[in-house]
């Protein structure tokens, strides 16, 4: 599949970022017909084990991992490149909410035993946490209200948790005395019972039940643990956002071939300037996304302050989640009725795109949160 | 000629390059002509231009040799941005922006020394002519003639959309010597002084009701042979190549910061911000702004490294000419009644014209190639759809 980025054109990347790009190119390359994407659609856990654990071969669970704790300690200037090559290939697994999301949550709270045992286990791929943060739909803010701990039992129900059905453990946010805690819940504990709802994409979230859960290990308390959960957030929306860039970018790929081969009325319908111009709108969105995510890429890997992060956030979501579903829907327009069939991949762009533009906050909400930030 | 040794300003510290070039904007350019929302005549900007000339600070971007400041795509950077940030107005900049460094690259030595040093001083001011009513877009079908005679060419013609040609003195043009063959092969690039016997200028009023161009007729006009630039029948490819750094300045988003600015003031003023319909659209504007400049930033490192910039740069044009029109907009709508007068609305910081926004924004979809020309070119240039 040819690029028509303009990556190539003019940005000027680093050998790291070349040499990341490259194994992510071939690993994506390994599945080009997406048959392991398809396979591991609408069955538990939404996701291909075997995929998650060659990623971690290649170390990219470990991608924000401090050094001290096995992992390689790189940022999104590196990551990014990764996440883009995992939207181009619908990859099945649950690496933003895995190697991002929970890893974040986990590295930045200052429980050491917890860290010096989970987060090498994280990086080879033997151990999934998930984060368990949000109470409301439509709905950023950090501050546990309805999820409560008392008398060392947390109570309460967690929503829209991402590929549940195959974490180990959750990192559970829950408003205590002095306000929001973060603790750590073996899946198995007694009293949690986990809902799945069916994904558009083929995968699950959880909607988690605690029913007097026994707490185990605390995470943070509550002079930190809000912090945390806004930046484990913050970076997610990054995360979200490149992997969008992804899906957005091989679907127009996948769209300006068809017109390239599609004949109708004696010529390659990409000849017909009404196709052209919607095309070249599409692409303008997703190269306006590029640079959005280069520079909040750029801005994590610097020391943001907290509100900063944020702004950026909001920012790179807005934009990515509204472009991601105006090219993959103008995708499934622009390839006529094989677009509207299950068997066409390019349908599978757009749930991929529905999924993420909606998770973290969709475009709207995080635009009221911009607002909320700059006005 | 320039008050410090060229090579100086390009191994200046960044800050402090701005620092000096703000300072002296400061101190020089006329407080009552910052932010002017139309293209000024002569008698109006003038004097900057002179003062520029004094400086030798007229032509930034033209090589040290010439009489220019010579500076690197950094600090032209650098030095726009400053002009841009402090609402210093465009000149009648042909000469300095078109002709100058078409000449540098095609001219004669004769035509170097001799026109190179009067746009320098002031001397000659020029206009463009190169559309005409039946060759906009498609300007390679252009029709005014010049027809060998003696030393001379006899032109006759008509062109139009020449900005600012009742302030210029002097003309470049696109004229065809032959109309066999392919169209663009057969255009030669012309400079006259525009008093030649023959030539006649006509104004015309532009919907913001000022006469920015005009149209200019030709009517046997003898135009001497040793005024073409880059020989006969080449004169379109050496326009087409005068594409260069400068085209990133399409792309600035300072011009809409500005007018988010303005809008931003119109919505206090009316109490907008209370409803969250108006926020919701302030908010997309707002982030359509700022991720033009993200995408912005992102071309101007290109440069930056020493790089070209190729047909994608028209990505930038359609982004941010259509993001300012749906500003002015918008502007309009939150003005209300307001939006239909001419003086607008008072606000604490100053009165907001939101139709002659409405308006002024117009043109700039239009001009430099139309923005539905702009996605021809990138469909073919760069998603290589078929043609």
Not at chain 1, 30 to 46: I, M
Not at chain 2, 87 to 95: E, F, K, L, N
Not at chain 2, 233 to 250: Q, V
Not at chain 2, 252 to 257: T, V
Request: hydrophobic share 40%; proline share 4%; net charge negative.
């Amino acid at each position: 599949m040819e690029d028509i980025s303009l990556q190539s054109r003019i940005d000027a990347l680093t050998e790291e970022q070349v040499l990341i790009q490259d194994s992510a190119v071939a690993f994506i390359a390994q599945d080009e017909e997406l048959k392991k994407t398809r396979a591991s659609r609408f069955v538990q856990p939404g996701f291909d084990t075997e995929v998650w654990r060659e990623m971690a071969e290649l170390g990219w669970a470990g991608f924000l991992v401090p050094e001290a704790y096995d992992g390689i300690g790189l940022g999104f200037n590196e990551l990014h490149t990764v996440l883009i090559q995992l939207g181009k290939g619908l990859v099945p697994a649950p690496f933003v909410a895995t190697g991002v999301v929970a890893a974040r949550a986990l590295i930045d709270c200052d429980n050491e035993s917890v860290k010096k045992e989970k987060l090498p286990a994280l990086v080879v791929g033997g151990w999934k946490p998930a984060l368990a943060w949000q109470e409301a739909r439509g709905s950023l803010s950090v501050s546990a209200q309805q999820v409560t701990v008392s008398d060392g039992k947390i109570n309460g129900v967690k929503l829209f948790v991402p590929d549940a059905g195959g974490a180990d453990d959750f990192i559970v946010s829950a408003a205590g005395p002095n306000g929001t805690e973060l603790y750590l819940v073996n899946r198995e504990a007694s009293g949690l019972s986990i809902d799945y709802e069916q994904r558009i994409d083929g995968g699950f979230y959880g909607t988690l039940n605690f029913q007097d859960v026994a707490i185990g290990e605390r995470l943070a308390g509550a002079d930190k643990a809000e912090v945390i959960l806004a930046r484990a957030i913050d970076e997610g929306c990054l995360a979200i956002s490149a992997e969008l860039l992804g899906v957005m970018t091989r679907a127009l790929e996948l769209t300006v071939d068809y017109l390239q081969q599609r004949v109708q009325f004696d010529k390659p319908i990409g000849s017909f300037q009404a196709l052209q111009h919607k095309s070249v709108d599409l692409f303008i969105q997703s190269e306006i996304s590029r640079s959005v995510v280069l520079q909040t890429a750029a801005l994590f890997d610097g020391e943001p302050s907290d509100r900063e992060r944020a702004v950026a956030a909001s920012q790179v979501k807005a934009r990515c989640a509204d472009a991601a579903l105006m090219i993959t829907k103008a995708s499934i327009q622009l390839h006529g009725g094989i677009g509207y069939t299950d068997e066409a991949n390019i349908g599978l762009y757009l749930k991929k795109a529905m999924y993420l533009a909606s998770w973290l906050g969709n475009a709207t909400t995080h635009r009221k949160r911009y607002a909320e930030l700059t006005l | 000629m320039t008050e410090q040794a060229h090579n100086e300003y390009n191994a200046m510290d960044d800050d402090a390059f701005r620092v000096m070039v703000h300072e002296w904007i400061v101190e020089n350019y006329p407080q009552e002509l910052r932010f002017k929302p139309y293209r000024m005549h002569w008698d109006e900007i003038g004097d900057w231009y002179l003062t520029l000339s004094k400086k030798g600070w007229l032509t930034p971007a033209w090589p040290a040799e010439y009489g220019g400041m010579g500076l690197d795509a950094n600090k032209l950077l650098i030095f726009m941005d400053v002009c841009e940030s402090y609402g210093v107005g465009r000149t009648p900049d042909m000469g300095i922006t078109m002709v100058g460094p078409l000449l540098i690259q095609h001219g004669s030595q004769e035509q170097k020394d001799h026109y190179l040093p009067r746009i320098l001083a002031g001397e000659y001011i020029w206009c463009q002519g190169y559309s005409e009513p039946g060759a906009g877009s498609d300007l390679a079908s252009l029709q005014t003639s010049a027809v060998r005679d003696g030393d001379d060419y006899v032109v006759n013609g008509h062109k139009i959309w020449t900005t600012l040609a009742m302030d210029a003195n002097m003309i470049f043009l696109l004229v065809r010597t032959n109309k066999e063959g392919k169209k663009q092969e057969g255009i030669t690039f012309l400079l006259a002084p525009l008093d030649t016997p023959g030539i006649t200028v006509r104004p015309i009023i532009n919907l913001g009701m000022h006469d920015e161009f005009a149209e200019v007729f030709f009517d046997d006009v003898r135009i001497p042979v040793a005024n073409v630039v880059g020989g006969e029948n080449k004169g379109w490819t050496i326009a087409k190549a005068l594409l260069g750094h400068e085209r990133i300045f399409i792309g600035s988003p300072k011009f809409a910061i500005l007018a988010m600015a303005r809008l931003k003031s119109l919505a206090k003023t009316v109490g907008l911000f209370d409803d969250p319909i108006f926020v919701e659209r302030y908010t997309r504007l707002q982030l359509d702004i700022d991720d033009l400049f993200a995408t912005y930033k992102r071309f101007v490192e290109v440069l930056k490294r020493g790089g070209t910039i190729g047909p994608e740069v028209s990505m930038l044009k359609i982004w941010n000419t259509e993001t300012q029109q749906r500003l002015t907009e918008l502007m309009m709508e939150a003005a209300g009644e307001n939006g239909g007068i001419q003086d607008g609305i008072a606000t604490d910081d100053g009165l907001v014209r939101p139709a002659g926004e409405v308006i002024g924004s117009r043109p700039s979809t239009i001009y430099g190639g139309s923005n539905e020309v702009q996605r021809n070119i990138l469909a073919k240039a760069v998603l290589r759809l078929p043609g």
